[in-house]
């Protein structure tokens, strides 16, 4: 059964950085679109950054666009955000997100995503 596992969370400063990490573990997914969203206390959960696994596609949510990058390591299947330029509106919970393939279009629906993590606590201090 696959499963996904998050790591790389923490409490940093405005202005810091940190990276997280989600490894696929249990199984495969073909051709994966891998996926980071983000709960915010008293929020829904919202999409950050999707990248497409053999095609590299990728897309940011507009309020992180230019301070997050994802990215994937092929030689495991593991998908990576790197976080500059933290706010404290950055802090949440985040999530890992995986799905089969799916179309550009979709990429920012959470509905489409068959696996989620646990999730990751990110606390961003002003």
């Known amino acids: 059964q696959v499963q996904l596992v998050e790591s790389g969370g923490g409490v940093v400063q405005a202005g810091a950085s940190l990276r997280l990490s989600c490894a696929v573990s249990?199984?495969?997914?073909?051709?994966?679109?891998m996926a980071w969203f983000r709960q915010a206390p008293g929020k829904e959960r919202e999409f950050v950054a999707a990248i497409r696994w053999r095609e590299r596609n990728t897309a940011y949510a507009d309020s992180v666009k230019g301070r997050f990058t994802i990215s994937r390591d092929n030689a495991e299947i593991s998908v990576f955000l790197q976080m500059d330029s933290l706010k404290p509106e950055d802090t949440a919970v985040y999530y890992c997100?995986?799905?089969?393939?799916?179309?550009?279009?979709?990429?920012?629906?959470?509905?489409?995503?068959?696996?989620w993590g646990q999730g990751t606590q990110v606390t961003v201090s002003s």
């Open positions: 997100a995986a799905s089969p393939r799916l179309i550009l279009s979709a990429m920012r629906s959470q509905g489409m995503y068959n696996y």
């Open positions: 249990g199984g495969t997914i073909n051709n994966p679109t």
